[in-house]
């Protein structure tokens, strides 16, 4: 059987690019899609209100010794005497809360262990000690 050309001036042929391009769009519209799906953080709850509910995030202690051997925690200056009895309230009141060790490079390696051996004894269980970059 063959084909009857009347009428019918070329053969018809299939049109790959613009098909390719049809494949192109949707790929790029399904890839759009997903990243603006919701996540949990962006479905719209209505949350209990709670009184006691606070975010809370835990600064770091400084503790500094100055080459004139004063020392401070935080701001305020202690007596390194009192330095083991203030390390035990503040962990009795937070066991996760940081200690920073801060000393000036003119004192003695015994005092800054002394201090870091202050801190371990206390129960301070999360230490760093403070250096500047070269």
Do not use: C, W
Request: proline content about 5%.
């Amino acid at each position: 059987m063959k084909r009857s050309s009347v009428g019918i001036q070329k053969e018809p042929t299939i049109m790959i690019i613009p098909m390719i391009d049809i494949v192109f769009f949707l790929l790029v519209f399904f890839m759009m899609s997903t990243l603006y799906m919701n996540t949990e953080e962006q479905i719209p709850l209505n949350l209990p209100k709670a009184s006691a509910s606070t975010a809370k995030t835990i600064e770091p202690i400084t503790i500094s010794l100055t080459a004139t051997h004063k020392m401070y925690l935080n701001e305020r200056e202690i007596k390194p005497d009192d330095l083991g009895n203030e390390i035990q309230a503040i962990v009795a009141k937070e066991p996760q809360q940081a200690f920073i060790v801060r000393a000036s490079e003119d004192i003695a390696y015994k005092d800054v262990i002394s201090i870091l051996d202050n801190l371990k004894m206390s129960g301070a269980r999360f230490v760093s000690v403070a250096t500047e970059r070269k």
